[in-house]
């Protein structure tokens, strides 16, 4: 496995592996890796001839300072795991590499997509996540990229952002990797403190159940249900439950046949959390 920290030295490493039959596969990180990320590293090894791998706590794309400074880091850590996974070629850039002007000035303009949810409640965020994901892309130029289902808006955004900057790149979604306990699989539960890691699963347990809710309960007294629930547990605030249309991510006002998807984001503490299911 090698490591590059600059574009240059990344870009020449993967200009040396690409011909006509080979195919790049890349997975986006902030690293803190865990069992979730390496099921991305997993899929893409199956589909591609090479894996790559970024790590970078993207700044842009937090519009929480203290968050952004709490992001934990396990570089070292990181690294291992990658190798055992058999990941090939690993970038770990600095920021002023990311960013040698200092600033990323572009707006991208989604629609409704990025006005709801977590759009609503991190203003910025999603711009961010385009900003860095767009770079990466151009460096990296791969075949196929792969994003985790837990972060169901975001894979949205990506693809939207694809189909507008006419990159050649197919995002796979991989579904969501959870705890035995059920808990989404996050870098963030690392920061979770011992009581709120034993009662953070209740989020899991409640979209579960509320799957189970659907022939049997309205759609508004479902979705009140579900934050009574979670509200209810000690050291659990719900931000946000909706309800939503897959495809545009817009509120539901009743249950239809085509899917729809359930979001939640909860604070444990100070510590964010977010989850989803497919209703």
């Not at 990344?10 to 080979?22: C, E, H």
């Amino acid at each position: 496995m090698k490591v590059f920290e600059t574009k240059n030295a990344l870009t020449q490493a993967l200009d040396s592996y690409r011909n006509g039959r080979t195919s790049i596969g890349f997975a986006p990180t902030m690293g803190a890796l865990h069992a979730g990320h390496l099921s991305l590293v997993e899929q893409c090894r199956k589909e591609n001839h090479i894996v790559v791998v970024s790590i970078f706590v993207n700044p842009t794309q937090f519009n929480d300072r203290s968050d952004l400074d709490n992001y934990p880091r396990t570089l070292e850590e990181d690294l291992k795991m990658l190798a055992a996974a058999g990941c090939d070629v690993v970038f770990t850039p600095s920021a002023e590499e990311m960013y040698p002007d200092g600033d990323d000035a572009r707006v991208f303009d989604f629609g409704l997509l990025d006005k709801v949810m977590e759009g609503a409640f991190r203003p910025g965020h999603f711009n961010g996540v385009a900003q860095i994901v767009s770079r990466l892309f151009d460096v990296v130029q791969p075949y196929r990229a792969y994003f985790g289902e837990k972060d169901f808006q975001q894979l949205a955004i990506i693809r939207r952002m694809v189909a507008m900057m006419n990159y050649p790149v197919q995002i796979a979604g991989c579904p969501i990797v959870r705890e035995t306990d059920g808990l989404a699989m996050s870098s963030r539960n690392a920061l979770l403190a011992s009581e709120q890691r034993k009662n953070a699963p209740v989020i899991a347990r409640t979209l579960f159940a509320c799957k189970e809710k659907t022939d049997v309960m309205p759609l508004d007294e479902l979705k009140a249900w579900v934050v009574e629930q979670i509200d209810g547990t000690p050291g659990l605030r719900t931000e946000y439950f909706d309800v939503v249309d897959r495809h545009t991510l817009q509120t539901v006002a009743e249950y239809k046949k085509e899917a729809l998807q359930g979001c939640i984001a909860v604070y444990a503490g100070a510590v964010r959390l977010i989850d989803n299911i497919r209703l």
